[in-house]
């Protein structure tokens, strides 16, 4: 009997305090980064497009002023003044989108076209792009992903 009083008393136990403390920690740090991505996720986020800027010296239109139209399925948004045009306006030769095109068209040497295109806008788009490059007016896009306000510093 004494023999195996011996070997109890030798026999080691597992504590699980060291295992507790690290899962403790780990589980604290994962809250942690979902409270950060989450209100990272719930800011209104915005796109800033800068087209010109005084120390780019590069590409074609370095000495151009870029006027921006923003390509949305239900029509096309004129930039600064925000005016929203509906896709018929495409076709009416008195829209302001045919307006644009013409003032672009008249000063072409210093102006020319940057078309934001959103997901669902890749249609006017196209339609947008056809216009331009019949008149001869240099254009470029910038792809923006949907949801972003777009904010638009030269």
């Known amino acids: 009997m004494s023999r195996r009083n011996i070997y109890r008393k030798q026999q080691t136990e597992v504590e699980l305090f060291p295992f507790l403390s690290v899962l403790a920690c780990t589980i604290g740090t994962l809250i942690l980064l979902i409270i950060v991505?989450?209100?990272?996720?719930?800011?209104?986020?915005?796109?800033?497009?800068?087209?010109k800027t005084e120390e780019d010296n590069k590409g074609a239109n370095k000495n151009k002023t870029p006027l921006y139209i923003e390509c949305r399925q239900d029509g096309f948004i004129l930039h600064p003044s925000k005016e929203f045009a509906?896709?018929?306006?495409?076709?009416?030769?008195?829209?302001?989108?045919?307006?644009?095109?013409?003032n672009l068209k008249a000063k072409k040497?210093?102006?020319y076209l940057i078309v934001i295109l959103r997901p669902d806008g890749l249609e006017m788009f196209n339609k947008i792009r056809e216009l331009v490059e019949k008149e001869g007016v240099d254009i470029g896009y910038e792809p923006l992903e949907f949801g972003l306000e777009l904010k638009i510093e030269s």
């Open 109 to 111: 040497d210093r102006e």
């Open 86 to 102: 509906p896709r018929a306006d495409i076709y009416d030769e008195k829209s302001s989108l045919r307006t644009t095109i013409a």
């Open 37 to 51: 991505l989450t209100t990272q996720a719930l800011e209104p986020q915005e796109a800033v497009v800068v087209a």
